[in-house]
Antibody, heavy 121, light 107 residues
Framework: EVQLVESGGGLVQPGRSLRLSCAASGFTFDDYAMHWVRQAPGKGLEWVSGISWNSGSIHYADSVKGRFTISRDNAKNSLYLQMNSLRAEDTALYYC??????????????WGQGTMVTVSS | EIVLTQSPGTLSLSPGERATLSCRASQSVTSSYLAWYQQKPGQAPRLLIYGASSRATGIPDRFSGSGSGTDFTLTISRLEPEDFAVYYCQQYGSPWTFGQGTKVEIK
């Protein structure tokens, strides 16, 4: 079964850091690009960051550029999101998402269940 | 950045009726890099359509996508009870953007 399981979310104070992880199983992880997408409570979907199969192509939304870092470890079938200088507006459910192909420029065919990040003092 | 505007915001229909959802882009979408997703309460989104008109694996043929350039449409030919949900369009050129969603509710 193809599966993505996120972890690492929680309550954090503004200005602090958090690292999200995503464990992939059921498919050949290093054949596919991966992304992070977030959804604030009661709101729509917002793309956060994407990384190609070999980490050669990395992209960020303007809202997180310079604060968040995406990375992957193909040997561990894992995707990460290092989030620094967190703000209240980063509060959201963060989804780990698999692209349909090795390129970042493809639709998102598998979604995890998400991990909640709450930024509050 | 390409802004996607979905209409209507809410669609009130009965089971068995046809649903037509619109997604309009602020500029032409590259190579029809346009997808549609369905999201039910408490669940992650599910890919329905990619490349503007290709159904994803396991998606029933009552779902169809069409359009090109700046105007795209998702059609559900006959609504089933499980189709009442929120639908998002997305363009997957950099930066990736989503529409604000259309809620299909039971009339």
């Amino acid at each position: 079964e193809v599966q993505l399981v996120e972890s690492g979310g929680g309550l954090v104070q503004p200005g602090r850091s958090l690292r999200l992880s995503c464990a992939a199983s059921g498919f050949t992880f290093d054949d596919y690009a991966m992304h992070w997408v977030r959804q604030a409570p009661g709101k729509g979907l917002e793309w956060v960051s994407g990384i190609s199969w070999n980490s050669g192509s990395i992209h960020y939304a303007d809202s997180v550029k310079g604060r968040f870092t995406i990375s992957r470890d193909n040997a561990k079938n894992s995707l990460y999101l290092q989030m620094n200088s967190l703000r209240a507006e980063d509060t959201a459910l963060y989804y780990c998402v698999k692209a349909r192909a090795y390129s970042v420029y493809d639709a998102f065919d598998i979604w995890g269940q998400g991990t909640m990040v709450t930024v509050s003092s | 950045e390409i802004v996607l505007t979905q209409s209507p915001g809410t669609l009130s229909l009965s089971p068995g009726e046809r649903a037509t959802l619109s997604c309009r882009a602020s500029q032409s979408v590259t190579s029809s890099y346009l997808a549609w997703y369905q999201q039910k309460p408490g669940q992650a989104p599910r890919l329905l359509i990619y490349g503007a008109s290709s159904r994803a694996t396991g998606i029933p043929d009552r779902f169809s996508g069409s359009g090109s350039g700046t105007d795209f449409t998702l059609t559900i030919s006959r609504l089933e009870p499980e189709d009442f949900a929120v639908y998002y369009c997305q363009q997957y050129g950099s930066p990736w953007t989503f529409g604000q969603g259309t809620k299909v509710e039971i009339k």
